[in-house]
T-cell receptor, first 114, second 116 residues
Framework: AQSVTQLDSHVSVSEGTPVLLRCNYS??????LFWYVQHPNKGLQLLLK??????LVKGINGFEAEFKKSETSFHLTKPSAHMSDAAEYFC????????????FGSGTRLSIRP | DAGVTQSPTHLIKTRGQQVTLRCSPK?????VSWYQQALGQGPQFIFQYYEEEERQRGNFPDRFSGHQFPNYSSELNVNALLLGDSALYLC???????????????FGPGTRLTVL
């Protein structure tokens, strides 16, 4: 079965410093992987997606992620954190049984220190 | 163009009661999926509706049921509510694309259900 593991439940960085949110996946086939962001009292928003094209994926708001098959990882990075980046981030994998079914990780809460 | 909308935004029920949550998909979308997000956790897939039929189901009991209408909107019904059903219920819509490995999901803001 497909699954994702987010290695940190909470990450805190200073404004202007790099962000790294870690995600490992488990899949018996070539998965599609995504990062979603959830701001308080707002819906989930797709940040970026990997669907077997380029392994380095660029998303919105300066975020990017690199698919590493050998490490089964899909870490999310941003060179310089902004206060508005404070939110919950979810690593997500598609389920092989349906192109419309996705499996979420447990989430990483990103805090930004002034 | 309205995105995915859900109603109500908040709901308080007592144990044993029944609840109905509603979702209108993004314009042009024909598939609706429902997720339960307990506090501090990631969303868990409940089920998915396409062409007015349940197509996929997650690991949820039969107390959770749904419906999709001809206009693609959907309802989630939960019977015999338990305290553990307290959560944020998210609806996501997508367009079914034959042969695609992924149909992008667009999420609504959710309905916060509290069971007392």
């Amino acid at each position: 079965a497909q699954s994702v593991t987010q290695l940190d439940s909470h990450v805190s960085v200073s404004e202007g410093t790099p962000v790294l949110l870690r995600c490992n996946y488990s899949s018996s086939y070539s998965p599609s992987l995504f990062w979603y962001v959830q701001h308080p009292n707002k819906g989930l928003q797709l940040l970026l997606k990997y669907t077997s094209a380029a392994t380095l994926v660029k998303g919105i708001n300066g975020f990017e992620a690199e698919f590493k098959k050998s490490e089964t990882s899909f870490h999310l990075t941003k060179p310089s954190a902004h206060m508005s980046d404070a939110a919950e981030y979810f690593c997500v994998v598609t389920d092989y049984s349906s192109a419309s079914k996705i499996i979420f990780g447990s989430g990483t809460r990103l805090s930004i220190r002034p | 163009d309205a995105g995915v909308t859900q109603s109500p935004t908040h709901l308080i029920k007592t144990r044993g009661q029944q609840v109905t949550l509603r979702c209108s998909p993004k314009s042009g979308h024909d598939t609706v999926s429902w997720y339960q997000q307990a506090l501090g956790q990631g969303p868990q897939f409940i089920f998915q509706y396409y062409e007015e039929e349940e197509r996929q189901r997650g690991n949820f009991p039969d107390r959770f049921s749904g419906h999709q209408f001809p206009n693609y909107s959907s309802e989630l019904n939960v019977n015999a509510l338990l305290l553990g059903d307290s959560a944020l219920y998210l609806c996501a819509s997508s367009l079914f694309l034959p042969g695609s490995s992924y149909n992008e999901q667009f999420f609504g803001p959710g309905t916060r259900l509290t069971v007392l």
